[in-house]
């Protein structure tokens, strides 16, 4: 595996984020570390400018072949220091090849360049790469020493100045040295690289974070807004129509219709208040932290839609949960499914709203006998997709489409946290029951709007 130098003043890559790394001391060694290839030709040209002058030196003054093949494999070994960076295996095998060729062509050992490409490997490959490479540089040290001490027993040449046994411990020992040394900085670089790329992980993780953060965020205000607002206007718009044709024959009426339009309109201002305040916090107006509406609400939820002339029936069975967050669900789906037969089913006789507390399980189910519906495009469609979220949070699912026969349906259905108590249920207070002359016929548009009955409560099973 390759890395790229990295240092702690600068990252190999972007982070997602801005990651402030400590500078590093010195400013020889920054300077070093933003210039590798000023580097590698350094380094090159230290092994490089002594070997090939004083080969050119010595050619001059005594030309022979094995002074020109000794000149050749210099050349070689030094051009290869130039990649040690990139290539350390290639450079280390060159460097291998030259030292065993130099025995034969040259009449020398040349265990520099070797030296050179076994550090690289070292620092810029693995600390196994290195050992592997000592192994290699050992054996073919012994190689070398044991064919020059062959070939000058043959009288191929004459013998090297120094013992080979004793150099070659001391080449041994000095490339162990080069070894230890570069595992030394090549772990200290790899274990750097390493903390910045974890950093880096650290930094893009906190920014995706944030962003899905803000898109939950986002999503939780839409559909929160779209709940108040489609509501709240949906009813007012309704009540605003009745009155409008009741202002002539039944000014009364038409004026307890236009004053649910304003109840209805305080109450989505509240809401609104309560919505924003969350998202400012700053100010300490009582009606910004409102509890959320929950199961209690439910009957003066029903009968707003009554008042808009939507013949609701209500039956709620078993023990309501308490947690807020599925009371709230509740009050969301039934307000919306009411909403939305407001709008679409606007001449059904009867919509029959049915919730259903079980020990582990919540249906709620709402049925409209409207033959007719309105224009699909009268909506956005965030309500129902809004919904699935709320009811896909407990782990349950939303269905909507055409009943049998005639008519449509909402079901939702979703787990229940944990069984409330029984005494519990003597706190949620549905709508009363709505009588056979509420729900059997639906009023004309002449007689829609009436003033809302106060809601009275209701045990855990209500029916008309």
Avoid: C, K
């Amino acid at each position: 595996m390759t890395t790229d130098p990295i240092t702690p003043g600068r990252t190999a890559s972007p982070a997602g984020g801005d990651l402030l790394l400590p500078r590093p001391p010195g400013a020889i060694r920054r300077f070093f570390a933003a210039h590798p290839v000023l580097v590698d030709a350094l380094i090159a040209g230290v092994y490089l400018v002594p070997s090939l002058t004083a080969g050119i030196v010595a050619i001059v003054m005594e030309p022979s072949w094995q002074l020109a093949a000794r000149l050749v494999l210099h050349a070689i070994a030094g051009a290869a220091l130039f990649l040690r960076r990139q290539r350390p295996w290639a450079v280390f095998i060159v460097a291998l090849v030259v030292m065993l060729a130099g025995v034969t062509l040259a009449r020398d050992i040349d265990f520099v360049p070797a030296l050179f490409a076994l550090y690289a490997l070292a620092v810029y490959r693995s600390a196994r790469a290195a050992w592997i490479g000592f192994a290699a540089y050992s054996a073919a040290t012994v190689i070398a020493l044991t064919t020059g001490w062959l070939l000058a027993q043959v009288n191929f040449y004459t013998p090297l100045d120094n013992e080979p046994i004793a150099s070659g411990v001391i080449v041994i020992v000095l490339a162990l040295v080069w070894v230890l040394i570069g595992n030394n900085i090549g772990g200290r670089r790899r274990y750097l690289a390493a903390l910045i790329d974890r950093a880096q992980q650290l930094a893009r993780e906190r920014d995706q974070q944030a962003v899905i953060a803000a898109a939950a965020e986002r999503s939780r205000i839409a559909r929160e807004m779209h709940d108040i607002v489609s509501h709240s206007l949906t009813v007012m718009v309704t009540l605003a129509d009745g009155s409008a044709g009741l202002v002539a024959t039944a000014p009364e009426r038409s004026a307890d219709a236009m004053r649910m339009v304003a109840e209805t309109g305080r109450s989505a201002l509240g809401d609104m208040r309560r919505l924003l305040g969350v998202l400012r916090a700053t100010e300490g107006n009582g009606a910004e932290h409102a509890p959320q509406p929950g199961l209690g609400e439910l009957g003066e939820l029903v009968e707003r839609f009554r008042a808009a002339g939507l013949p609701v029936r209500i039956s709620v069975t078993g023990t309501p949960p308490t947690d807020t967050g599925q009371q709230l669900t509740v009050f969301r789906v039934v307000q919306e499914a009411l909403t939305n037969a407001l709008r679409y089913a606007s001449l059904a006789t009867t919509v029959e709203v049915s919730i259903t507390f079980a020990a582990d399980r919540i249906s709620i189910t709402v049925d409209d006998d409207a033959t007719v519906r309105g224009t699909p495009g009268q909506g956005s469609g965030r309500g129902l997709l809004g919904l699935r979220e709320r009811v896909g949070l407990y782990g349950g699912s939303l269905q909507a489409g055409p009943r049998a026969g005639r008519g449509w349906r909402l079901r939702a259905e979703f787990d229940a946290l944990a069984p409330a108590a029984a005494s519990s249920a003597s706190s949620v207070s549905p709508p009363d029951a709505a009588s056979p002359t509420d729900s059997a016929s639906p009023p004309d548009s002449a007689s829609r709007p009436t003033p809302p009955a106060p809601p009275a409560p209701i045990s855990p099973r209500s029916s008309s």
